[in-house]
Each structure stands twice: as C-alpha cells, then as structure tokens.
C-alpha cells in the first residue's frame, strides 16, 4: 500500500475527490490534497502536472487524480517522465492497471462511476502490487519510450 500520495481534480472532479479523502482516510493512506478546492472551473492539466510531478520526483508514493472522464488528467500526467497514469472505471481495471502495467497514478471518471464505485476502485489500485516477471519487460518498453527523441 502507497505510504504517501498526492491528490488533485479539476472542476469536474472535485466533489468526488472530496469523497476519496473519506475512502484514502479509512484505508490510513497519507495524502496531501493539491487541490482544486472548488467546482469553479479550473484547467486540469495544472493539477495533474502537480500530482505526476510529486510522483516523478519521489515526494509521493502514487496518486490519484478525478476529471470528468479521466482521460484528460492522465493524458497530461503521462506527460511527466516516470509517470504511468491510468484511467479506472471499474476495480478490476485499478488492479489490473498496478498487477500489470506499474501504474503509478489513478484517474478517476468522476461523472462516469457512483461514489461506491469510486471507492471499491480506490481500494483495488492500492491494494494490488506490481507483478513484475512477464510484466517488467513490458514496462521497461514504456521507459525506454520516454527517452526517445520524436521527430
């Protein structure tokens, strides 16, 4: 289970951030909230550059970040070098995302799951780990992806 994690929504995201704290509080998961503090809107991708930047840099263990899809958020942190951000609308998905592909940051649909399904997906990506073996070859592939020059 991640020690310390950084959270952040834009707009659309935010009432259900508010109710992950609840989820992250009773899993005993530290996380600092970097924001947005509002439903006023905002621009997601300078909330996801915070959490993938602290994941990136090591200040955070993983994160979770909430947009009305999800896939705007993860875009932008799969931006950040090191990062591997993946949209879970379902706990089966969150797992499959940690056993599978190293993921290191959630984003949550906040417009497309329930409060309960938020929680249960929460819950399924800290609690599955990295199965590494035939995995790790893959993930490698995405690193050395990183470091190259596109044209």
């Excluded at 704290?21 to 809107?41: F, M, P, Q, R, W």
């Excluded at 329930?114 to 599955?128: C, H, P, S, Y």
């Excluded at 990295?130 to 596109?150: A, C, M, P, Q, W």
């Amino acid at each position: 289970m991640a020690k310390k994690i950084g959270l952040a929504a834009d707009h659309a995201g935010f009432e259900e951030k508010e109710k992950v704290k609840k989820t992250l509080d009773e899993l005993g998961i530290e996380y600092v909230d970097l924001g947005t503090t509002s439903a006023e809107s905002v621009d997601y991708p300078d909330y996801a550059k915070k959490v993938a930047e602290g994941v990136a840099s090591g200040e955070y263990d993983q994160g979770v970040l909430v947009c009305g899809s999800g896939t705007g958020m993860a875009i932008a942190a799969n931006k950040v070098k090191g990062v591997r951000a993946a949209v879970a609308w379902s706990p089966e998905i969150a797992s499959l995302a940690r056993q599978h592909n190293d993921a290191n940051i959630l984003s949550l649909p906040a417009r497309f799951v329930t409060e309960n399904d938020a929680a249960n997906i929460v819950k399924a990506f800290f609690a599955a780990n990295f199965e590494s073996g035939r995995h790790e070859r893959r993930v490698d592939k995405i690193r050395e992806l990183e470091n190259e020059d596109f044209k």
